[in-house]
């Protein structure tokens, strides 16, 4: 399962629409996210093509790790069309009777992945498939190498430079209420960044949030620019990011990191460069193939 992304520039308000729980977005709303996906996409919605890359890559580990035909892969979207409901009723009149539900992103939360699982486990009730929920797999060995060996390539790419650079691990952030909750979300994402650091051998990281909604509750900070500006008034002058909670090129990379937070470090004598996303990395897929397997053994 995954995010989701619209088809096309048409498919904005529908997508928008669906993410606000059924309410339209204002006129004003539409257009800065529409203006958002212009400056990165031309037309060309990248996550789309690049989910499907995903699960093809995952049923192809899958077929090494387990056999050919022991697997088979469905796609659900959270926001946007194969709907969950859809993979799991294309499972159905495949004759499927059980199922592993995993999602891309690897740290749970409530109202993340917690999500995901309520909507699958709907379904899969409905047509009587017996489905075992993967939550979280954010310390699987392969992902911790996959993104230490990124974070060392990254901060080779400061040269002279590499000794003096801070890294910036991030996340997608939400409502404050989930610390109330005991929601193990922001613990997971700094286990994750603790193990990442330690294996890349670097000191010198912080963690902060990105992305965070406007609904006028309060969200979890700081933000990633509240972090820079602090930075930058300590005389930080070179940070990687690394959105460890994100695993795809997608809005909230290309658009938050790449074109927005690298722009204000840049207003301040910075120079931020980002992490090489996951995507289909191999590794990546195997920490996928191998939780799956784990949880596959609850179903015998
Ligand atoms: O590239 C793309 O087309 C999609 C990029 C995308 C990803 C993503 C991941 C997460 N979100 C999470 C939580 C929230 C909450 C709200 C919310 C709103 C948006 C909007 C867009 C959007 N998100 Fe998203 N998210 C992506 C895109 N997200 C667009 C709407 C405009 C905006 O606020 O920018 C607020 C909903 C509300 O209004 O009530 C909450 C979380 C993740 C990471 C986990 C996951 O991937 O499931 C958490 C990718």
Not at 60 to 70: I, K, P, Q, S
Not at 77 to 87: C, R, S, Y
Not at 101 to 121: E, N
Not at 177 to 205: C, F, H, N
Request: glycine share 8%; hydrophobic share 40%; proline share 4%.
């Amino acid at each position: 399962m995954s995010y989701g992304t619209p088809e096309n520039m048409e498919g904005i308000e529908a997508y928008y629409t669906h993410i606000r729980r059924g309410h339209p977005p204002t006129a004003e709303q539409l257009e800065d996210l529409t203006s958002r996906y212009r400056s990165i996409v031309g037309g060309v919605f990248p996550l789309r093509a690049n989910t499907n890359r995903q699960v093809e890559a995952l049923q192809r580990t899958l077929d090494e790790l387990a056999g050919e035909g022991r697997y088979k892969c469905y796609q659900g979207l959270k926001h946007a069309a194969p709907f969950i409901e859809d993979g799991v009723a294309a499972m159905a009149a495949d004759g499927i009777k059980e199922a592993v539900s995993i999602v891309l992103t690897p740290q749970y939360s409530s109202m993340s992945v917690g999500g995901y699982v309520k909507r699958a486990k709907e379904e899969a009730e409905k047509h009587g498939i017996r489905l075992a929920a993967i939550e979280s797999y954010h310390l699987h060995p392969e992902l911790i190498s996959a993104l230490a060996k990124r974070v060392k390539a990254g901060i080779d790419r400061f040269g002279e430079d590499r000794e003096n650079v801070l890294v910036l691990f991030s996340a997608h952030s939400l409502p404050e209420k989930i610390v109330e909750m005991k929601d193990p979300y922001p613990e997971q994402l700094l286990e994750t960044s603790r193990a990442v650091a330690e294996q890349a051998g670097i000191s010198r990281w912080q963690f902060t949030w990105q992305s965070a909604g406007q609904t006028g509750q309060k969200w979890l900070g700081p933000d990633i620019l509240e972090t820079i500006d602090s930075l930058s008034r300590e005389g930080v002058k070179n940070v990687f990011v690394a959105p460890v909670g994100f695993v795809s090129d997608h809005l909230e990379v290309l658009y938050d990191l790449d074109i927005e937070a690298r722009k204000f470090a840049a207003e301040r004598g910075m120079r931020l460069e980002r992490i090489e996303m996951l995507n289909n990395d191999s590794q990546y897929m195997k920490a996928m193939a191998e939780t799956i397997l784990g949880a596959a053994v609850v179903l015998k």
